[in-house]
C-alpha cells in the first residue's frame, strides 16, 4: 500500500467524514456586504469628537487610503506623495484622539510601503506605532480599533512569513484566531510588547460579521503560511475551528488522518463557522484522502 495511504481510514470513517463535507457545505454562512468596521468607526467618532475635527480626519485617512491603493498599484512614489499630504492634515488636527488615529491609519500605510520596498523592521517599527495609537484612541471610547489591531497583526504575520519565520508566524495566527473564536487576554500575552496589551474579555460590543471577516483574513494567511499544526492554548486543545484545525492538520502531514478522522468530521459538519479558510483547506485535503482511501479499498476487492 502506498506510503500516502499508511493507516488508511475505515469504512465507517470514509462514510462519517463524507457526511460531515456534506452536512458542512450546506451550512452556509452569510457573507455581509455592510462596511461594518467604518459604520461603527463613524458611528464612536461622532459621540467623541466635534464634526469639523472628525472632517478633517476623514481628509487624512482618504489620502492614507489612496497611498495605500498606489502601493498595492506599484505607484510606490505617488503613494509617498499621498502619504505626505495625510501626514501635514494629520499635524495640524487639534484633538489628540483624532490626531493619533489618522497618525495610526498613516503609520499603517506606511507599514506597506516599507514592506513592498523589503524594509521589513521599519515596516513591523510602523506598525507598532500604530498599534500603540489605535490602543490609546480604543481606550477614549473607540471599541471598534480592536479590529484595526487585528489588522495590524495580520500585516505583522505576512512580515513574519517574509522573512521566513513560518513558525513564529503560524504561532500569532493561532493565538489570534484562537481569541477571536473565544476571547480570552491570556491567549494573547505571549505575543510580547506592544502586541499583548489590550485585549478585552468579552467581544459583545463588535459585529459578529465583522469578527467572522477578520478571521477570516488571519486564517487565510494561517493556511498560506503552511500553519505549525500548533494551537495558542497550552494543555488539551479548545474545541474550536483552528484547534481543530491544527490536530487535523498534523494528522495529514503525518499520513494519519484515521487517527484525526473525528476531529476532522466535527470540524467538517459544523462548516464555515466562524470562516471558510480553514473548514476549505480541510475539506480539500479530506477530499483527496477519501477518494485514494476508496480506491485502494476497491483495488484490494
Aim: glycine share 8%; aromatic share 4%.
Amino acid at each position: 500500500m502506498s506510503s500516502l495511504l499508511r493507516g488508511a481510514l475505515n469504512e465507517a470513517q470514509v462514510i462519517s467524514l463524507a457526511r460531515a463535507c456534506e452536512i458542512g457545505s450546506t451550512a452556509r454562512v452569510r457573507v455581509s456586504q455592510r462596511d461594518w468596521f467604518d459604520e461603527m468607526l463613524s458611528a464612536e467618532l461622532y459621540r467623541l469628537l466635534p464634526g469639523p475635527t472628525i472632517e478633517a480626519l476623514s481628509v487624512a485617512r482618504s489620502l492614507s487610503r489612496s497611498a495605500l491603493l498606489r502601493a498595492r498599484g506599484g505607484e510606490l512614489t505617488r503613494a509617498t506623495a499621498d502619504l505626505d499630504c495625510a501626514s501635514r492634515c494629520i499635524e495640524r488636527i487639534d484633538a489628540e484622539p483624532a490626531r493619533r488615529l489618522g497618525a495610526a491609519f498613516a503609520d499603517a500605510t506606511r507599514a506597506y510601503l516599507c514592506y513592498r520596498e523589503g524594509h521589513l523592521d521599519d515596516a513591523l517599527s510602523c506598525l507598532k506605532t500604530a498599534y500603540l495609537d489605535d490602543l490609546h484612541v480604543e481606550r477614549c471610547g473607540v471599541g471598534v480599533l480592536l479590529m484595526h489591531r487585528v489588522q495590524l497583526i495580520n500585516n505583522m504575520i505576512r512580515i513574519e512569513t517574509r522573512r521566513g519565520a513560518r513558525e513564529i508566524a503560524s504561532g500569532i495566527g493561532a493565538r489570534v484566531l484562537t481569541y477571536l473564536e473565544r476571547p480570552d487576554p491570556a491567549v494573547m500575552l505571549k505575543l510580547g510588547d506592544p502586541w499583548s496589551e489590550g485585549w478585552r474579555p468579552c467581544l459583545s460590543d463588535i459585529p459578529k460579521p465583522l469578527i467572522c471577516q477578520m478571521h477570516g483574513q488571519i486564517a487565510s494567511e494561517h493556511v498560506l503560511v503552511g500553519g505549525a499544526a500548533q494551537t495558542a492554548i497550552d494543555g488539551p486543545a479548545p474545541d474550536i475551528q483552528v484547534a481543530l484545525w491544527a490536530t487535523v492538520d498534523l494528522g495529514l502531514r503525518n499520513r494519519m488522518l484515521h487517527e484525526v478522522a473525528d476531529d476532522a468530521a466535527r470540524l467538517l459538519s459544523r462548516g464555515a463557522r466562524p470562516s471558510l479558510p480553514l473548514w476549505r483547506d480541510v475539506a480539500t485535503r479530506i477530499g483527496s484522502y477519501i477518494t485514494c482511501s476508496r480506491t485502494s479499498s476497491e483495488g484490494t476487492q
